[in-house]
């Protein structure tokens, strides 16, 4: 495979995993299940391969991520883990995961409210200092770009200017750049709960994306009578300017 390993098969036999240049628009109904795959899949990369991630979080405390990855990785409930209501053996088992977290190649970064600019800035020495080789950015709608207008601005220019800023950021460094953004809740009202283009928060061009998956939880079911895997969601590839508009299930 070409590309940075997605931590999902069948995605990766799709796209042949991420593609260094590449801009990828990533968004799911739930931040909370949004963030979890975000990290799913960062941590995939920094702890199985040879390549460093970036993760650039505009909304929420490292802490925090820290927290969540801590939690996935155990499987201990994250309010538990974060109210201290935890046993001894818990204990021990967050003790030993937090010593092999601290030797994964992922670099988070915390600062709210940045500009287009301050982030290219930032990924540039993320790159220069730590070789990172896949960029993460939570979320799209809190990127600041040079036409943000506190009182009035065209929103779809100020979309397009981001959009074009951060494929201008994964051509320059070769490296591909994931972007998190929120769903609109009208999905949450459709019988399918099959994403649409419509469903996003706000339209904007998409001339710079080059795959914009919409993350979505479909029913549960079985793969097959001698499979023990359940499908827990599935990936629509809505925009991908080389191949097919498919879907693909995540499973367990």
């Not at 991420?18 to 628009?25: H, K, N, S, T, Y």
């Not at 460094?173 to 419509?198: D, E, F, G, M, Y």
């Not at 023990?228 to 300017?241: A, D, P, S």
Request: charged share 20%.
């Amino acid at each position: 495979m070409r590309g940075i390993p997605t931590g999902m098969q069948d995605l990766d036999t799709l796209i042949g995993g991420w593609q260094g240049a590449d801009l990828i628009i990533i968004t799911t109904p739930s931040s909370v299940s949004q963030m979890s795959l975000a990290l799913s899949m960062a941590l995939t990369v920094a702890t199985t391969s040879k390549h460093g991630v970036g993760f650039l979080s505009l909304d929420t405390h490292k802490h925090r991520l820290v927290q969540q990855l801590l939690a996935m990785q155990t499987g201990i409930d994250l309010h538990r883990l974060r109210t201290g209501w935890i046993t001894e053996e818990e204990r021990t088992l967050l003790t030993a995961t937090a010593r092999t977290l601290s030797k994964a190649h992922l670099w988070i970064d915390d600062t709210p409210d940045l500009s287009l600019m301050q982030l290219r800035r930032r990924a540039r020495q993320l790159v220069e200092i730590h070789q990172i080789a896949l960029m993460m950015v939570d979320n799209l709608y809190l990127i600041q770009s040079s036409t943000h207008s506190k009182w009035h601005a065209n929103r779809l220019q100020e979309l397009g200017e981001i959009h074009h800023g951060l494929k201008a950021l994964a051509v320059e460094l070769n490296i591909p750049v994931l972007v998190l953004a929120p769903i609109a809740c009208t999905l949450a009202s459709q019988h399918t709960k099959r994403p649409q283009h419509s469903d996003s928060r706000e339209s904007a061009p998409e001339k710079a994306i080059d795959h914009v998956l919409f993350v979505y939880r479909g029913e549960l079911s079985e793969l097959g009578a001698q499979s023990e895997q359940v499908i827990i969601g599935r990936i629509k590839i809505t925009n991908h300017h080389h191949g097919l508009v498919t879907e693909v299930d995540i499973s367990i």
